[in-house]
T-cell receptor
């Protein structure tokens, strides 16, 4: 079946540090890949997505590249802010399917 | 515009009670999804509606769980005879197309 494995947290960083959250997946075919973010007290929000190999999704300074050869979709940001403190979820959607399969989430805390 | 709303935001139930969780999707969204998120885990798919038709209920964990969307808009997730293992956050999402699901803030259910 389809599954997502993401780096365990929690992750604590200082402001302006570099952030990487690893995500690998198992799926047949070419799934769409997503990063969702959940800020404290809020619902899940789509952060970025990629729908085919070598696509790069980007938003709010975050980037992730769909790597078919390593079945990975790692999330990166060059300089984090306190406001980036949140839980980050990697997810996939199989071709011609509607449901999302999520990783367990990574809690990121950025200190001033 | 208004996003997906869910009510109540918090629900405490005694074991054996029935509960009903409401989801108001974004107006015009055809697809509606329910997910269950256990503590420290990613969301897990429960069920999917297209308009009023429940096309997939493969993720419902037992026959105590029932969902409906009678007019193709508001949806209700009902859990009968709640058990402690039902304690989780229940997330509703809606979408116009399958590639972007908009999530509500969730209902946190605690079964004592």
């Amino acid at each position: 079946g389809n599954s997502v494995t993401q780096m365990e947290g929690p992750v604590t960083l200082s402001e302006e540090a570099f952030l990487t959250i690893n995500c690998t997946y198992t799926a047949t075919g070419y799934p769409s890949l997503f990063w969702y973010v959940q800020y404290p007290g809020e619902g899940l929000q789509l952060l970025l997505k990629a729908t085919k190999a070598d696509d790069k999704g980007s938003n709010k300074g975050f980037e992730a590249t769909y790597r078919k050869e390593t079945t990975s979709f790692h999330l990166e940001k060059g300089s984090v802010q306190v406001s980036d403190s949140a839980v980050y979820f990697c997810a996939l959607k199989a071709p011609n399917d509607y449901k999302l399969s999520f990783g367990a989430g990574t809690t990121v805390t950025v200190r001033a | 515009g208004a996003g997906v709303s869910q009510s109540p935001r918090y629900k405490v139930a005694k074991r054996g009670q029935d509960v009903a969780l409401r989801c108001d999707p974004i107006s015009g969204h055809v697809s509606l999804f329910w997910y269950q998120q256990a503590l420290g885990q990613g969301p897990e798919f429960l069920t999917y509606f297209q308009n009023e038709a429940q096309l997939d209920k493969s993720g419902l964990p037992s026959d105590r769980f029932f969902a409906e969307r009678p007019e193709g808009s508001v949806s209700t997730l009902k859990i009968q005879r709640t058990q402690q293992e039902d304690s989780a956050v229940y997330l509703c999402a809606s979408s116009f197309a399958w590639d972007h699901q908009y999530f509500g803030p969730g209902t946190r259910l605690t079964v004592l």
